[in-house]
T-cell receptor, first 114, second 111 residues
Framework: EADIYQTPRYLVIGTGKKITLECSQT?????MYWYQQDPGMELHLIHY???????EKGDLSSESTVSRIRTEHFPLTLESARPSHTSQYLC?????????????FGDGTRLSIL | QQPVQSPQAVILREGEDAVINCSSS?????VHWYRQKHGEAPVFLMI?????EQKGHEKISASFNEKKQQSSLYLTASQLSYSGTYFC????????????FGKGTKLTVNP
């Protein structure tokens, strides 16, 4: 059973607010990911981290930023939320063993910007 | 480049079989398969590595045809619990482990 936690599960907030979505995993995984998923649509990678102090942007351009100061923690921040940021944000992690490893997903944060 | 999944949707009766395909125009190094139920997180099913190997997970199996740059997911004797959206994810490049997901195939299994 994967242990990856996201908070909050739901967030409704006004335009212009600063938001931080939390993601933590207790599996000691080096690799962590943030995906954006609109209802009924596919997942798009927006951020990727190989390990502490290592982050990269994904394929989908995002105004969000991430940090990786601790292995277990990979928060995502929006400095000034806009309605276009309304979406579901999924965090995932995978083990740092050789070869392809499955990604374990958190339950996601459903973000709604008014 | 985003892989192409087909069909977009399929409706089955319990006990019937289905095949979901995932094709890429670029060379495939690996294909990941995930199932996502409505309102839930995607759940890992299996990874196929280049070499044409076939893997199984309960009554769900998959194949990887490197030559055709295609993976197929086979669901046999479907159960109600198989309902959900199936996504394939392909690796951008050898060893990058950054996945590009297809648009998904919505599978509905009715009693």
């Amino acid at each position: 059973e994967a242990d990856i936690y996201q908070t909050p599960r739901y967030l409704v907030i006004g335009t212009g607010k600063k938001i931080t979505l939390e993601c933590s995993q207790t599996m000691g995984h080096d690799k962590m990911y943030w995906y954006q998923q609109d209802p009924g649509m596919e997942l798009h990678l927006i951020h990727y981290s190989y390990g502490v102090n290592s982050t990269e942007k994904g394929d989908l351009s995002s105004e969000s930023t991430v940090s990786r100061i601790r292995t277990e923690h990979f928060p995502l921040t929006l400095e000034s939320a806009r309605p276009s940021h309304t979406s579901q944000y999924l965090c995932a992690s995978s083990a740092n063993r050789p070869g392809n490893q499955p990604q374990h997903f958190g339950d996601g944060t459903r973000l709604s910007i008014l | 480049q985003q892989p192409v999944q087909s069909p977009q949707a399929v409706i089955l009766r319990e006990g019937e079989d289905a095949v979901i395909n995932c094709s890429s125009s670029k060379a495939l190094y690996s294909v990941h398969w995930y199932r996502q139920k409505h309102g839930e997180a995607p759940v890992f099913l299996m990874i196929l590595l280049k070499g044409g190997e076939q893997k199984g997970h309960e009554k769900i199996s998959a194949s990887f045809n490197e030559k055709k740059q295609q993976s197929s997911l086979y669901l046999t004797a479907s159960q109600l619990s198989y309902s959900g959206t199936y996504f394939c994810g392909t690796e951008k490049g050898g060893g990058s482990e950054k996945l590009v997901f297809g648009k998904g195939t919505k599978l509905t299994v009715n009693p």
